[in-house]
């Protein structure tokens, strides 16, 4: 079993930016790769940016490509995502997402809780 807690969520204004975290701990040697999602309100849960947990090869989702990064921190077993330009229509609760296979999808093994991220205009 793996568990991932998010933080870093909160109220900014459009064009802002905000850095997600998520620790895993448990069985990590377990996870290929590592993904945030985001769902908004009435919408379904969409894929945003994933990373492989034993290397750097990143994918992003078109949306957020040049304004949002994926990272990883070994050693705290820790990914991040930054966030940058923000906008209204990213307000979500964002998701972390661990599982064995690449790329990560909806059916990923493993979720966190999530973390509300509110963006305003």
């Known amino acids: 079993q793996v568990q991932l807690v998010e933080s870093g969520g909160g109220l900014v204004q459009a064009g802002d930016s905000l850095r997600l975290s998520c620790a895993a701990s448990?069985?990590?040697?377990?996870?290929?790769?590592m993904g945030w999602f985001r769902q908004a309100p009435g919408k379904e849960r969409e894929f945003v940016a994933a990373?492989?947990?034993?290397?750097?090869?990143?994918y992003y989702a078109d949306s957020v490509k040049g304004r949002f990064t994926v990272s990883r921190d070994s050693a705290k077993n820790t990914v991040y995502l930054q966030m940058n330009s923000l906008r209204p229509e990213e307000t979500a609760v964002y998701y972390c997402?661990?599982?064995?296979?690449?790329?990560?999808?909806?059916?990923?093994?493993?979720w966190g809780q999530g973390t509300q991220v509110t963006v305003s205009s």
């Open positions: 997402a661990a599982d064995r296979r690449w790329p990560i999808s909806n059916k990923a093994d493993c």
């Open positions: 448990g069985r990590t040697f377990s996870i290929y790769t």
């Open positions: 990373i492989r947990w034993g290397g750097s090869s990143t």
